[in-house]
């Protein structure tokens, strides 16, 4: 393996070869109701609780599209820079599963309702564009539970017709490391837009990932094995780095690689066959009959255009224009909605340069600590920019913030009442500084004597002993100036 | 005062509301009729104590504004009722009782009706006879051992018999119309949008719609009236604004231009079809229409195309009676064979016939050779209607190639068996109106329908060019209880 530039190779008796990844990313669409029902779509409520006759497909049930969901996908589709379609169609997608009350899924096959888009990944050796072949709306299926009675199968249809977005990616995806970025900048888009909540503990995004390999250099496309339904990051870059050295192997070794599904044992790190192309599901789709063609109009998009919020990419621009942050300081306060709403808040009132600091150093620090959202952080924006600016204006020092910060955090505490309370204030005032300097001074006539000798070190040392003397609490820009003067 | 289950609706509701009957006597009269009407094997589920009890909740508390005042009415076992069995003629769907009600009964409760009971049906609505249901066949109440068409035949044989006033049928590619024809009796399908789908079990979604049937135009209008709403909750329902088909009734159709298409004079049509056709031409002109000769040259492929787009949405729309949720459950070893012996047990061979005709048309490697094409035609058909709507405003043609068959007389021929849907399943490929009016009685003394389309949306037309002729026809069934001891 070579990660020189970030590529992701691996390396067999002289041959090199890269790891060619698409992703279908199956995203639970943010919504009260479910795509074609009224039941709501609240997750972890008691098993069949959420279940209207519609998503049980009782006889005679029609669904009705749910336009709010509809709005979403349009949404996350501009979000993707993505071409709107503004004729699509609902097909069915037939099989047989005791979760699958309808016996069909409804999806979208020949005509999804987005097309062509791109996501922008920020790698470390620079931007890399990466291709949305398309994005539809489909119902999400219920849920089998084997584990829990040893002679039945369980099902909660509490998910049955929830809606999903399948997005899929081109095969424009080389490493691991890229789908990480890939996986956390389509969630961000999505939480900016709030069409998805991208909660991969609740399911809400899971992905199928599509793996082959071939020879580096080679323009042809290797046969592909599809890992289905794998719940996170992690488990995905695993998955992939076990079945590209797979097929590796097997093409070294003359075999041939069998366009197969396969599933991810997260237990035995390993991917194993779940069914090949033969034995693949025919799903006869075609056109729901319930349903007439999806067709939006270029006033519905401009509207929903129009209520779209600055996304990561414009916002990362901006911070860098308008606040002259590095590019590495915007992505960071970028990469989520919650995190850059914080910023901006914290900036309103005070230092960009501090603020940027403090939030991507002690905040990060103590939010990582606590496995926190910065949404639920310990320290407001609002008593983070009053330390701040207790800071810039000379009140207290950066290494006493420290001290006082920890304090916020015990219930956000104002800032300015624990300086106050705890008299924590900096000495600014020349006077009372010249006499702790002076009495420094009178204590130590020994080591003025070697100061004024030419030991040019020891200022430091009467530096320290002024600040003692002050509990800290001395202004050092004034405590270094005065010294200089008296010594 | 005639026999009151041998009134028309419009004749009860009158009586009812100048308080010369009440709705106890009238459902009294429907059930004793029904309790001797056994023979016919017309109802699947009776509702009769409960029909009793609502009608004397009617008459103590009258309310003669509605349109069906305290009228009882027994329908199709296709339309699911809230709290009474609903089966679809099927085993399958033997135990099933909704908790819910279609749209169109929903409608017609509210105007009123007082529900009788649920009548015989196809399975799932696929056959033309009755002979398809599980629970049996059904007589038609013109001659012994009849049938009385299908896929609504429980539903033409207690209208002909008398055992309910009107009723409703639902049709998907003349299961109204042929049933009409075949018991001398009145149907009409809408165009499709017009009624409801919500709550009526599923046969092929692009395709089904329920309708009216009567023992005139006149009750067939004001049915209709009363099933005819737009409605949310199906996303096919279309909202145009509907006539008061009742009121507007008129048999003045001078100098509307009737089309009479070159292509409906099929091999092999008996010559009483022919000649009923003829007559049919004779009373629209006497009724001072114009006839005008068109063409519909696709309508050679449209039987094809309907076994094709028909089976398809039903395999599919189908595929939910899998044991798992409600209905008929067979025990198996896991999941595929619990699967396998419910399906197995469950449908009838027609049924099963249609899935399988309707998974193949839909599998990978013949979509396009089948439905893709079949849907492609189903195009070229409407495009004909359109072309000729152009130039008449409505079109006659016969409603059924032949008069009613013997029980049992086409269940080993299937394709036989789905000719007698070649004049009707165009109209619904196109999602046109089309009524079905007795038009005279071959030699036998069966019935033979007329067949009128419309113009979409345009069920106004058809209803008063029917009641023009209905007055010319002057139809009388020959109808002798054959069936009560």
Not at chain 2, 247 to 252: A, D, H, I, K, V
Not at chain 2, 294 to 314: C, G, K, M, Q, R
Not at chain 2, 403 to 422: C, H, Q, R, W
């Amino acid at each position: 393996m070579n990660k020189e530039n970030s590529e992701y190779l691996i390396l067999r008796n002289k041959n090199t070869y890269e790891v060619i990844i698409g992703l279908e990313v199956h995203a639970q669409v943010t919504s009260n109701s479910k795509l074609f029902s009224s039941s709501s779509t609240k997750f972890g409520a008691e098993p069949n609780t959420q279940v209207s006759l519609v998503d049980a497909a009782f006889p005679g049930m029609l669904p009705v599209i749910n336009e709010f969901c509809v709005k979403q996908a349009i949404k996350t589709g501009i979000g993707l820079k993505a071409h709107i379609n503004k004729r699509s169609v609902f097909d069915r997608k037939n099989y047989f599963y005791a979760d699958l009350p309808q016996g069909y899924q409804i999806s979208q096959f020949k005509y999804p309702i987005v097309g062509e888009g791109i996501v922008i990944l920020d790698m470390p050796n620079g931007q890399k564009e990466v291709g949305i072949e398309r994005l539809h709306l489909e119902q999400d299926a219920g849920k089998s539970i084997h584990d829990i009675d040893p002679q039945n199968t369980l099902v909660d249809l509490n998910r049955s017709g929830v809606a999903l977005m399948e997005i899929v990616s081109k095969p424009d995806l080389r490493s691991p490391d890229e789908v990480n970025v890939y996986i956390k900048k389509l969630r961000s888009i999505m939480r900016y837009l709030g069409t998805c909540d991208g909660n991969m503990q609740e399911g809400s995004l899971r992905a199928d990932v599509n793996v082959s390999v071939r020879i580096k250099g080679s323009d042809k496309l290797g046969t592909r094995c599809e890992i289905k339904n794998v719940n996170s990051i992690k488990f995905m870059q695993m998955a992939i780095h076990y079945e590209a050295n797979r097929q590796v192997d097997l093409i070294e070794d003359g075999k041939n690689i069998n366009q197969e599904t396969r599933l991810f044992d997260t237990k035995k790190n390993e991917t194993r066959s779940m069914r090949s192309k033969e034995d693949a599901h025919d799903y006869r789709y075609f056109p729901d009959p319930d349903l007439l063609p999806l067709e939006v109009t270029d006033d519905f998009i401009k509207k929903i255009k129009s209520d779209i919020p600055e996304l990561p990419d414009e916002k990362k621009k901006r911070f860098i224009e308008k606040f002259k942050l590095s590019p590495y300081e915007a992505t960071i306060l970028v990469s989520d909605i919650e995190t850059s709403k914080y910023f901006e808040d914290v900036i309103k009132e005070s230092d960009v340069k501090l603020a940027t600091n403090w939030i991507t150093g002690e905040l990060f620090a103590v939010l990582n600590d606590q496995n926190l959202e910065i949404s639920k952080s310990p320290v407001s924006s609002k008593n983070l920019s009053k330390l701040i600016n207790l800071i810039k204006d000379g009140t207290i020092s950066g290494k006493i913030a420290k001290t006082v910060f920890e304090i916020m955090m015990d219930g956000d505490i104002d800032p300015q009442k624990i300086v106050e309370k705890k008299g924590l204030k900096q000495e600014s005032d020349p006077k009372a500084i010249e006499a702790l300097i002076k009495k420094v001074i009178s204590d130590n006539p020994e080591k003025v004597k070697e100061y004024k000798s030419g030991k040019d070190k020891l200022f430091g040392f009467f530096v320290g002993q002024v600040m003692k003397a002050s509990d800290g609490k001395a202004n050092p820009q004034l405590v270094n100036d005065i010294l200089k003067k008296k010594l | 005062m005639s026999d009151i289950t041998s009134q028309t609706l419009s004749e009860i509701i009158k009586n009812i509301k100048e308080k010369k009957i009440s709705s106890q006597e009238v459902t009294k009269a429907f059930v004793d009729r029904s309790e001797k009407s056994k023979l016919l094997n017309a109802f699947i589920t009776e509702d009769f104590s409960t029909a009793l009890e609502k009608s004397k909740i009617f008459d103590d508390k009258p309310n003669f504004d509605l349109k069906l005042p305290g009228v009882p009415m027994a329908i199709k076992d296709l339309f699911c009722t809230n709290g009474i069995k609903t089966t679809a003629g099927s085993k399958i769907l033997n135990n099933f009782i909704p908790t819910y009600e279609s749209t169109v009964s929903q409608n017609i409760w509210n105007e009123g009706a007082i529900l009788l009971g649920k009548l015989n049906c196809d399975e799932f609505a696929m056959g033309s006879s009755n002979e398809t249901s599980f629970f049996g066949n059904v007589q038609n109440p013109i001659n012994q051992n009849l049938v009385p068409g299908g896929s609504s035949g429980g539903s033409s044989s207690a209208l002909a018999g008398n055992l309910t006033p009107v009723t409703i049928g639902t049709d998907t590619g003349g299961s109204i119309r042929q049933p009409a024809s075949f018991t001398g009796t009145v149907g009409l399908k809408p165009t499709y949008g017009s009624c409801s789908r919500y709550g009526i079990v599923a046969f092929a979604s692009s395709l089904d719609q329920a309708g009216p049937m009567s023992k005139d135009v006149r009750d067939c209008s004001l049915l209709l009236e009363v099933i005819s709403t737009y409605d949310r909750k199906d996303s096919t329902s279309i909202d145009f604004k509907r006539n008061n088909y009742s009121s507007e009734l008129t048999n003045n159709i001078k100098g509307k231009k009737i089309g009479i298409p070159n292509e409906y004079r099929i091999d092999g049509m008996p010559k009483e079809i022919e000649e009923l056709w003829s007559k049919g031409i004779e009373y629209v002109k006497d009724c001072g229409a114009e006839i005008i000769d068109i063409s519909l040259p696709h309508t050679n492929y449209a039987l094809a195309t309907y076994y094709i787009v028909a089976p398809a949405e039903a395999s599919s729309n189908l595929a939910r009676y899998d044991g798992v949720k409600y209905g008929f459950r067979s025990i198996g070893k896991n999941l595929i064979d619990m699967y396998e012996k419910t399906r197995s047990e469950g449908f009838g061979d027609e049924v099963k016939r249609r899935i399988m005709i309707g998974t193949y048309v839909l599998s990978s490697g013949y979509y396009d050779a089948y439905y893709l094409k079949a849907q492609k035609v189903r195009k070229l058909i409407k495009n004909d209607f359109d072309e000729a709507y152009k130039k008449v405003d409505a079109i006659l043609t016969p409603s059924t190639p032949s008069s009613a068959f013997k029980i049992g007389e086409k269940t080993n021929d299937p394709v036989s068996m789905y000719l007698n849907d070649i004049f009707t399943v165009p109209v619904n490929l196109a999602g046109l109106p089309a009524i079905s009016i007795p038009g005279g009685l071959d030699a036998k003394g069966y019935p033979l329908g007329l067949q009128i389309i419309g113009k979409a949306f345009d069920e106004q037309n058809i209803l008063n060019i029917a009641f023009a002729m209905e007055e010319k026809i002057n139809f009388k069934n020959k109808i002798t209880d054959w069936w009560i001891k």
